[in-house]
């Protein structure tokens, strides 16, 4: 212990006149000290970067983990609409039992009234019900599947690029080929899809216009405030690739081997 505490003269010499310049004393656990303060600050300090500010949007798997969050909180509310329907029609049976509009013996439960009418439903499709049911499983096959010239090529879902609203659809008749989607402040851009980041470019209003060739497929992503992903980067589907500041809307195109693709055909927003 006493070896630890015995101080050390450290100093600096002028190589040409042997003056001394500068010089400082030290202990070997004055040094130990030092270093073991240091490494717990910088510790903390690089917790505190990743749990309060957006850095973690960049934690691969992080992203994954938010988007199946949103599914079981998205099951959980359904569960509970249900639950909330069911309460309120065995309220109305009870106010029109009070009332005397209906006699008790002629009331069934509702779980029984319930599996009468689910019984109807499922044997008994009417016309209009077979017309919905095959123009709805014709919208979901186009909606999940392209074909590029003659050949028949199946496009995968895709990730959704960002969290907020549609705001306006590609038209492309008017030659309007981007979905455009505000966002809130420090949101994440993700990867539609694995891919190479090929273009990062500044924009006059300051923004940044990322470029990513996904072979054969490519996305466009404009109006993003700050570039996470350097020009090159391989990047994974869903993994953040910028930021937006949630003053300006990002503007997504996605083209197929020059062949335009609409967003909406192939993501869930």
Do not use: C
Not at 93 to 115: E, F, H, N, P, T
Not at 224 to 244: F, T
């Amino acid at each position: 212990m006493a070896n630890k505490r015995r101080k050390y003269r450290l100093a600096m010499l002028d190589d040409t006149t042997l003056r001394e310049v500068f010089h400082f004393r030290v202990s070997l656990l004055g040094a130990i000290s030092v270093i073991t303060l240091s490494t717990v600050l910088f510790i903390v300090l690089f917790s505190v970067l990743i749990i309060f500010t957006p850095i973690r949007n960049i934690l691969p798997g992080y992203s994954e983990s938010l988007r199946q969050q949103l599914i079981q909180e998205s099951a959980r509310v359904d569960s509970l609409q249900s639950s909330l329907t069911m309460q309120r029609q065995y309220l109305d049976v009870i106010k029109q039992l009070a009332a005397g509009d209906i006699r008790s013996d002629s009331v069934q439960s509702l779980d029984s009234l319930q599996r009468v009418e689910r019984t109807q439903i499922l044997e008994e499709r009417s016309e209009v019900t077979e017309t919905f049911m095959a123009q709805y499983e014709q919208r979901e096959r186009d909606r999940l599947t392209l074909f590029d010239g003659a050949a028949n090529r199946a496009v995968p879902q895709l990730y959704r690029p960002v969290r907020g609203s549609v705001v306006r659809v590609a038209h492309p008749a008017t030659h309007e080929f981007a979905t455009v989607v505000r966002t809130a402040k420090n949101e994440s851009v993700l990867a539609v899809m694995r891919g190479t980041i090929i273009s990062i470019e500044r924009a006059e209003n300051s923004t940044f216009t990322i470029v990513m060739q996904h072979t054969p497929y490519m996305s466009i992503y404009r109006q993003v405030a700050k570039p996470l992903k350097a020009q090159g980067a391989l990047v994974e589907a869903g993994e953040a690739i910028g930021l937006m500041d949630g003053t300006k809307e990002l503007e997504l195109e996605i083209w197929d081997a020059g062949t335009f693709v609409n967003p909406e055909e192939v993501i869930v927003w």
